[in-house]
């Protein structure tokens, strides 16, 4: 359960939402590497690095990020990347459950806290 009472289903919010759909929704514009793999300039607000290019990696199979620049690293407390609650969290500056919450909501995965639902 969330701070408000509601529950919420992580692991359905993750399968719901893929990092190339999230990718869109903050419009950001990745090419595509090899296989599975997305590769571009980081787009947190923590990456300070400007001459650091093409340290955002998306791995799209296994729905998950990483940045590699040790500015982004070390603003995250050494947390180099994460699946896409982590992602809304680190863009949107809230909770994991937030996030959760807030992808819930976005994806139409159903009201938190109603039986069916997410």
Same mark, same amino acid.
């Given at each position: &359960?969330?701070?408000? /009472?509601?529950?919420? %289903?992580? =692991?359905?919010?993750? =399968?719901?939402?893929g990092m190339e ?5 903050? /419009? ?5 590497? #090899?296989? &599975?793999?997305?590769?571009?300039? +980081?787009?947190?607000?923590? @990456?300070? !690095?400007? *001459? !650091? ?7 799209? $199979?296994?729905?998950?990020?990483? +940045? @590699?620049?040790?500015? $982004? ?7 180099? /990347?994460?699946?896409?609650? %982590?992602?809304?969290? #680190? &863009? *949107?500056? +809230?909770?994991?459950? *937030? =996030?959760?919450?807030?992808? !819930?909501?976005? !994806? ?11």
């Amino acid at each position: &359960m969330d701070q408000r /009472g509601e529950w919420i %289903d992580f =692991a359905a919010v993750k =399968a719901a939402v893929g990092m190339e759909r999230l990718l869109v929704w903050y /419009g950001v514009k990745l090419r595509r590497g #090899v296989g &599975m793999y997305l590769r571009g300039r +980081c787009p947190l607000a923590q @990456h300070s !690095s400007p *001459e !650091s290019r093409e340290t955002f990696i998306v791995n799209t $199979c296994k729905n998950v990020w990483v +940045c @590699h620049s040790q500015s $982004c690293v070390e603003a995250r407390g050494g947390q180099a /990347g994460g699946n896409v609650l %982590d992602f809304v969290a #680190v &863009m *949107e500056h +809230c909770s994991i459950a *937030e =996030a959760a919450r807030r992808l !819930s909501v976005r !994806s139409d995965l159903g009201r938190p806290g109603v039986r069916g639902g997410v």
